[in-house]
């Protein structure tokens, strides 16, 4: 069964001056489900999350950075075959603050054969477009990203992405398989402050 994206949604302000929240969350019911989110810890610029769990199963951090010089921080993390409809995502923070984003589920990736890639990429810029190149680890390989402005300007999908959802960091992907391997490139444009790109390959 080839990668499907299923359906999107946002996580609102699920930690709100506090070092704890949740939020429920609908990942649907389609065969093989992989979820992804993107989210931000707004607290003092550092990684403050400890754990993200959805139904009590813990996610797996990709990659997260520091968003220039604010105090931002932004992360990308997923899980496979989480459980099906309506359950509770909790996150967990080593400092009160804030924390929001949103979420992107696809369909096709069997926990026992899904491999997420270890490529990854980000970067700063001060305004415009920013394109960032990666490098997929197998044919076929999909494409996802997050990225958040500084600022509340809208996140613009560029070249190579579709933005699925947006709350305060936008979710996006390669809407679509990259074959054969190589370098692809996502874009992100219409930013007006510096913002982030992170993205994974799986297949």
Known sequence: MAIAYSTSGQLGNIVNNSTSGSASIDVGSATDRMLWIGIVADVDGTDRFTSITYNGASMTKLIGRRLSTSMQYITLWYLLNPTSGSNTLSVTMSMSGYAYGCFDVFSG?????????????????????????????GDNAWLVSTVRSVDTGDHAAGTGTTERNQFGASIGDSNGAKSPTGTYSMDWASIPSSYRIEYRDWE
């Open 109 to 137: 990736c069997p926990a026992a054969s899904t491999t997420v890639g270890s490529n990854t990429a980000s970067a700063d810029v001060a305004s415009g477009t920013l394109s960032l190149s990666l490098t997929t680890q």
